[in-house]
């Protein structure tokens, strides 16, 4: 009698000690899960805050938006801006800061939560994008100083950090909110020199609370920072490596994977290369699975045409001196051609809004002005209790990133 008594009672305070666990550990949401707050970067320049202040319109009347700032003069500049915009200023929060963070996806918080609701912000290492172990350089002090945000505004806010040495960016890692995540293997062992990925593995999954990895192997050449031409006479401008440039969640079993046009991969190198990849990237997915064993569904969505978007420049003395020895074979007056970070997988969900890229206008091809059009319906046939809200990123990619890059979501 009293084995079954202890029976009982031990088999009762393990489950019991077992919810609780459950209760009490963290996960990282998915971004179309409620939203409390959203960070969204401020820049410098008029051309892209217009940019900024299209994503605050869309946001502010549903979702609280926070933005920091360096100086007061920078938040009153700023606001008046917005004023011009009919943006009512006085519902935005904003937070002081040693310095004005942009790229909010990447260097600002990135929230987990536990069924309580409690929240910490995770503290990856940082390393300026793998910019130093690509040119080789220090990273200087206000790089280190932005890669320490996270923390500033975790102290600020009163939440508690999980931290870890090994290195990501918030734009670098994609989860469906139910154990999985996704990153890119070169991207991770780029910014982790010296590190197994069994060990980022280890470090992402840890602080992420997930229990399932889906790596793909490399990055796309469109988003690949190197100190010369990428390819041929085309160079690029990104984040290094980014997923939210070419895999989305767009739900717990649907995955959205950006789709080069067959014609198109032929008319430049970058998008000849990345077609293969993306290719490659749709068949990790069709032999993966959630952590319940459920397969994954397959939405692709196009991209933009990258022969419309380049920058063309003739080579000269000054512009060879950029590319070192990469450009030797290409001769004074020769026609170099740089890409921005165009993208339509940079969107971005909120509580009642998908925010988008369109970039047709007048004197494009009319295909751009239908991806434009496709887009947008797959969108909202994939979140039809959300509006989609188109906004012209341009100006935001020709710096190397887009809508989500400057956008952090903090839970509800």
């Not at 997930?210 to 031409?229: A, E, F, V």
Request: glycine content about 6%.
């Amino acid at each position: 009698m009293r084995k079954t008594v202890f029976l009982f009672y031990f088999l009762f305070g393990l489950s019991f000690f077992l919810s609780a666990q459950k209760v009490d550990s963290f996960r990282l949401p998915a971004e179309w899960e409620p939203q409390q707050a959203v960070w969204v970067g401020v820049f410098p320049t008029a051309h892209r805050d217009t940019v900024t202040a299209k994503i605050i319109e869309a946001l502010y009347t549903s979702v609280q938006v926070r933005l920091n700032y360096s100086n007061e003069t920078v938040k009153k500049e700023f606001n008046q801006f917005l004023a011009g915009f009919e943006i009512d200023t006085s519902r935005l929060q904003w937070m002081q800061d040693a310095l004005s963070n942009v790229w909010v996806r990447d260097t600002g918080p990135i929230f987990v939560l536990n069924q309580k609701g409690q929240q910490k912000i995770i503290d990856f290492g940082w390393a300026e994008y793998g910019h130093h172990y690509v040119y080789k350089t220090a990273m200087s002090l206000s790089d280190i100083e932005r890669g320490e945000s996270d923390r500033r505004i975790a102290a600020a806010l009163q939440i508690p950090t999980v931290s870890t040495p090994i290195v990501a960016e918030g734009g670098a890692l994609e989860t469906n909110g139910q154990g999985v995540l996704v990153s890119i293997k070169e991207t991770a062992l780029q910014r982790n020199p010296g590190k197994t990925l069994a060990e980022i593995e280890k470090a992402y999954l840890n602080v992420t609370g997930c229990q399932k990895m889906i790596w793909l192997n490399k990055m796309l050449l469109h988003d690949k920072t190197m100190p010369s031409l990428l390819i041929d006479h085309w160079t690029s401008t990104g984040a290094n490596g980014h997923i939210d440039e070419a895999v989305r969640f767009v739900g717990p079993n649907t995955v959205a994977i950006a789709s080069i046009d067959e014609e198109e991969s032929k008319n430049n190198p970058i998008s000849a290369v990345d077609a293969n990849t993306l290719t490659a990237y749709c068949e990790v997915f069709k032999n993966a699975t959630d952590v319940h064993g459920k397969p994954f569904r397959i939405i692709r969505i196009p991209s933009p045409d990258l022969n419309v978007f380049a920058v063309r420049y003739k080579m000269n003395p000054f512009i060879r001196k950029q590319f070192a020895d990469s450009a030797v074979t290409i001769k004074d007056g020769e026609t170099i051609f740089h890409v921005p970070a165009v993208s339509y997988m940079n969107f971005f969900i909120s509580n009642n809004v998908v925010l988008s890229a369109a970039y047709w206008k007048e004197g494009m091809p009319l295909k751009e002005k239908k991806k434009d059009e496709a887009v947008k319906n797959i969108l909202s046939k994939l979140f039809p209790d959300k509006k989609i809200i188109q906004i012209n990123p341009l100006p935001v990619n020709q710096m190397g990133g887009g809508i989500h890059c400057i956008t952090q979501q903090q839970p509800q």
